[in-house]
């Protein structure tokens, strides 16, 4: 058995994420999400969808890097 590196969880069906030359290991999906996923500058959500990237920074949608001052920022139709 693994342990959650979120929560804590001691448990049979962990898995492993393995990212930029490491590897984390979670209890469930919204650990995961938790632990890696970007978080948007503007609104604070957690970016589990493509999210946009601007002058490295991140962001969910163009809208709110458009917020942020980002110009030229759409998003794909």
Do not use: L
């Not at 069906?13 to 919204?30: I, L, P, R």
């Not at 959500?45 to 946009?52: A, E, L, P, R, T």
Request: hydrophobic share 40%; proline share 1%; with cysteine.
């Amino acid at each position: 058995m693994a342990t959650c590196e979120v929560c804590g969880n001691d448990y049979g069906m962990t898995f492993e994420v393995h990212a930029q030359g490491a590897v984390h290991v979670f209890d469930c999906f919204s650990c995961a999400i938790h632990r890696m996923a970007p978080v948007c500058e503007h609104c604070r959500v957690s970016i589990i969808g493509q999210g946009v990237e601007v002058e490295g920074q991140w962001f969910c949608g163009a809208h709110c890097a458009r917020e942020e001052g980002k110009v030229g920022i759409v998003d794909k139709v």
